[in-house]
């Protein structure tokens, strides 16, 4: 069967593509393929018990962090070479054997003395010869075998000798060094095989730049360091490798992979994708608003954005086409919504996990953060169907039924959501009621009420008949029912509301929110089936006996804790890697260099160094998964925006840096050349992937400009701002976003002249950010000198802003001017309010110099410190509220609505438009 029509690839060949990018495309026959497989279910066990509290309810497998991380590598390692056969392309195959040779050589020269090199080229010719023998896919080789062995071993190295090496850090002895170059060689293999050259080379250049730092060009030179200082730094201890990223990896990302694994095993992928398509199947070009928002639902539950297009859109993109668009619209639109599942809490493709070690905030915080901008951008991306449907005018698909009055549907959703809330409400204050009044026997209370609950919706799905994965290419006749859809499979949200209510309300550990979740959907597996046979009569795969049904449910247990441990090769094998990169970059200080590159290249312009930064995530981003590239760019680039930020004046929260770097990153898998996830939507749907891959990333203009926007106006984070304060930006920037969409794609209401969507972004931008155009008609600050700094926190409101601009030397030693941001405490008297930030001055004439910052002191946090001399001090102003823009915003939209409903003339709800819309198609 053809998974998209004409020009698609076949259902198999799609199946083929996702495990050669996510979970190894090798399942040998017989003993060695069992074997894999087992492993894979281990490591799975193996993941849940160190999450869970068992092991410290019975004394028993209780690790610490480095132990854990290095069994979780060897397990990654030891499938990688077992599931994934190495690529036998030309340049694939000079890559594989040019990598070895090359850290071979430097491993050599790094050793310089008191270091036997004899050793280092047999370990490299060992792995060449490895790599030229062959990886056939169909069977395990010996050498395979060998190499899955030794760098399991090599992973393992730091479990079975923790103690020995815990006493000789920084002096590591010859079996260390051995150890240390077999593991970072075999790594290296196994990312080429499990995640395409592109991590390989950046892990090898990073590798190569820590040796080779004094043959540097001068701006980015560094001393250079020896294979001792390697060793110790990369692997021996948890700088490298065996780092955060792998710790989050480890503790957090697997049970979250493991969770979406378990969940779609039960069926609630499909689930997803016909409430989606029940739901807004109707509507113009209803297929790709379905595919946008079944996307989105799977995006919550996915960590790989190949995974999300092709699991969506072998059922999407084949309909997007039946209802007029072409194959590369129709893939650009996949691939724009399963990319922007990446940025959608509360997984973020496993990066919210890595965010909260890096940025150093609350789990809550970074969700809560990352909200407003990923939904708007949903939004918007429905929007932009809307309206290729209508230049296009589409129709959508076939419902079954006939809709009720208006007014009626109306009064029903409002009841809906009204019951909905009272829910929640009686939910969460009776949850608050049960901990204080049972105690101890809380847990098992919530058990039983989570299980009554699960039971009755289980019930109710019995009402209705079984939802099937319709085939694609069928004709479509009608729509599916949105009630009986909705029906069938509400209990798939009990294991979702376990894990959000675990996260955000009891503020829970992410690793044990997700073990929670994942114990409740393993209970829904086991039970679902011979639930649904006594309340039916028969389960879904037709099963009519229990006994029948819970060996299906065993089964589909065990599926699902095999398809999550394969599916985290990638992954672990990705952030082992990429903490490569982060050790290279902590120990040559290659961080401050990239800022001293950037800013030469900006001249120190603040558009130019964030578009020159957003330029380079892009790049480094390119074939890299959602993980890796998060480590990457944030452990590069951040940093550069940060202190060149302070340098010219922009000071922002360190989350909405690290947001700003992982939305260019992830906008890598759209953006040709290499946009992985363009060219598996070209795949499906048999059309151009470059040209895919253009469309997807016109679609995505939405995505790239909300980090310039909420660099300059965090209240788009939520950050320092109140519920009625965030639904008030929530709805104002949905609409700029739905404006900036019009008039990105042309129009609006009929086709857009080129002065009005000039007229629309001008109003977008005014929405987004009021202040910029109020700051030049009232300036925020009143700039004053220096020696009136007490005067100014005298008059400043507690709670507000003042801005430092001071002259002092940076980390080596070099003269630099930046901004300290300081809040204003309270205080009698500025003196008063000097000493509560911890300062002490010197003044001479009109020169004042920083004598003294008391430690762990507000002013201290600020960057401030001793010897620094303040240049001038940033008063806040007294001005009128920046939202009094949005008048003239308003009257601008209205001329443009004007004009377009002039031209447009009676029809422009009907024909009329769809006849524009088809003349300019």
């Known amino acids: 069967m053809s998974a998209s029509g004409h020009g698609g690839l076949s259902q198999d060949e799609l199946d083929a593509l996702v495990a050669s990018s996510d979970t190894g495309a090798r399942t040998p026959p017989g003993m060695v393929g069992k074997l894999i497989l087992i492993t894979a279910l281990c490591w799975s066990l193996f993941q849940l018990w160190i999450a869970s509290p068992i092991p410290f309810m019975v004394g028993f497998g209780v690790m610490n962090d480095t132990e854990t991380r290095s069994i979780h590598l060897a397990f990654a390692l030891f499938l990688a070479f077992m599931a994934y056969p190495a690529e036998r392309t030309p340049v694939q195959l000079a890559l594989g054997v040019g990598i070895p040779v090359l850290m071979t050589v430097l491993f050599i020269v790094g050793s310089k003395t008191g270091v036997p090199v004899w050793w280092i080229p047999l370990v490299g010719l060992a792995v060449v010869a490895a790599i030229l023998l062959g990886s056939p896919k169909t069977w395990v080789p010996p050498w395979e075998w060998a190499l899955a062995l030794v760098s399991a071993a090599a992973a393992l190295y730091i479990y079975f000798f923790y103690d020995g090496i815990s006493t000789r850090i920084g002096a590591p002895i010859l079996q260390d060094y051995v150890v240390s170059v077999v593991g970072l060689l075999l790594l290296l293999e196994a990312t080429r095989r499990s995640l395409g050259p592109a991590l390989m080379i950046v892990a090898s250049v990073f590798l190569a730049y820590t040796f080779l730092g004094p043959y540097m060009p001068g701006i980015i030179a560094h001393k250079g360091n020896s294979l001792a200082e390697v060793v110790n730094h990369q692997w021996i201890t948890t700088e490298g490798v065996f780092g955060i990223a792998l710790g989050v990896s480890t503790s957090f990302v697997f049970l979250f992979v493991l969770f979406g694994a378990l969940l779609d095993k039960a069926g609630a992928g499909n689930y997803f994708i016909q409430v989606a398509f029940s739901l807004m199947g109707h509507m113009r070009g209803g297929p790709a608003k379905a595919a946008v928002v079944s996307s989105a639902m799977t995006g919550l539950i996915s960590g790989s954005s190949i995974a999300n297009v092709v699991t969506t859109g072998t059922f999407t993109i084949p309909l997007m086409k039946k209802v007029g668009f072409s194959s590369e619209k129709a893939g650009a639109v996949e691939v724009a919504s399963s990319v922007n599942g990446q940025i959608m809490p509360p997984v973020m493709g496993a990066a919210a996990f890595l965010m909260v070690e890096y940025v150093g905030i609350p789990y809550f915080d970074v969700v809560k953060h990352a909200f407003v901008p990923a939904t ?33 549907r109306l009064i029903g959703t409002a009841f809906i959501i009204a019951a909905i809330c009272a829910l929640s409400l009686l939910v969460y204050y009776g949850m608050g009621w049960i901990r204080p009044a049972f105690g101890a026997a809380a847990p098992y209370i919530i058990f039983a009420l989570l299980t009554a609950a699960y039971v009755g919706l289980l ?38 509301v376990v894990l959000v209510w675990a996260l955000m309300v009891d503020r829970l550990s992410p690793g044990l929110s997700a073990f929670w979740a994942t114990a409740f959907m393993i209970f829904i597996l086991l039970t679902q089936r011979p639930l649904m046979v006594m309340l039916r009569g028969m389960d879904r795969t037709g099963n009519s006996t229990t006994g029948a049904a819970l060996r299906s449910g065993v089964d589909d247990l065990v599926d699902g804790l095999i398809s999550g441990a394969r599916n985290m090769i990638g992954i672990g094998i990705a952030t082992a890697t990429a903490g490569i990169i982060v050790g290279a970059v902590s120990q040559t200080g290659v961080g401050s260099a990239l800022a001293d590159v950037v800013e030469v290249l900006s001249g120190g312009n603040l558009m130019l160094i964030l578009l020159l930064t957003a330029v380079l995530s892009l790049i480094l981003g390119m074939g890299l998964p959602t993980t890796a590239n998060y480590i990457v760019v944030s452990a590069l680039l951040a940093p550069v925006i940060v202190t060149l930020g302070q340098q010219n004046g922009l000071i922002v929260p360190l989350i909405a840096v690290h947001l700003f770097v992982f939305y260019f990153g992830i906008m890598a898998d759209v953006t040709p050349p290499v946009g992985l996830a363009s060219f598996a939507a070209a795949a499906v749907s048999g059309g151009d992937p470059i040209r895919t891959g253009v469309v997807a990333f016109f679609y995505s203009l939405r995505t790239a400009a909300l980090p310039f926007l909420f660099i300059f106006n965090t209240d788009l984070l939520l950050i320092n701002v109140d519920w009625i304060h965030g639904i008030f930006v929530f709805i104002t920037a949905t609409v700029a976003m739905l404006l900036f969409a019009a008039a990105t794609q042309g129009w609006f209401l009929v086709r857009n002249r080129i002065w009005e969507t000039v007229l629309l972004l001008f109003v977008a931008f005014a929405i987004f950010r009021p202040g910029f155009f109020m700051d030049y008609i009232y300036p925020p600050y009143d700039d004053l000198p220096p020696t009136q700094l007490e005067q100014a926190l005298e008059q400043a409101a507690p709670g507000s802003d003042l801005r430092l601009r001071i002259a002092g030397l940076n980390d080596v030693g070099q003269p630099v001017e930046t901004t300290a941001l300081l809040a204003v405490p309270e205080g009698e008297t500025g003196a008063d309010r000097l000493a509560a930030l911890g300062i002490e001055t010197v003044q001479n004439g009109d020169e004042v110099v920083i004598d003294n910052v008391a430690f762990d002191s507000p002013a201290q946090a600020a960057g401030l410190d001793w010897d620094q001399r303040i240049l001038l001090v940033r008063a806040p102003a007294a001005a009128p509220s920046k939202y009094w823009m949005y008048i003239p915003a308003a009257l601008v939209l209205a001329l443009v609505v004007w004009l377009q409903r002039r031209r447009a003339g009676p029809g422009t709800g009907s024909a009329r438009r769809n006849e524009k819309g088809l003349s300019h198609a």
């Open 459 to 496: 019930w109710v799905a019995s009402r209705e008949e079984p939802l099937e994965l319709d085939d694609p290419n069928a004709p479509v006749t009608t729509l599916p029912l949105p009630g009986p859809t909705v029906r069938s499979g509400l209990h798939f949200l009990l294991p979702v």
């Open 376 to 408: 708007i951008s949903y939004i918007a991306l429905v929007y932009i169907v809307h309206l290729e449907a209508m230049k296009a005018g589409m129709e959508g698909l076939p419902r079954s039924y006939e809709p009720g009055p208006l007014m009626k």
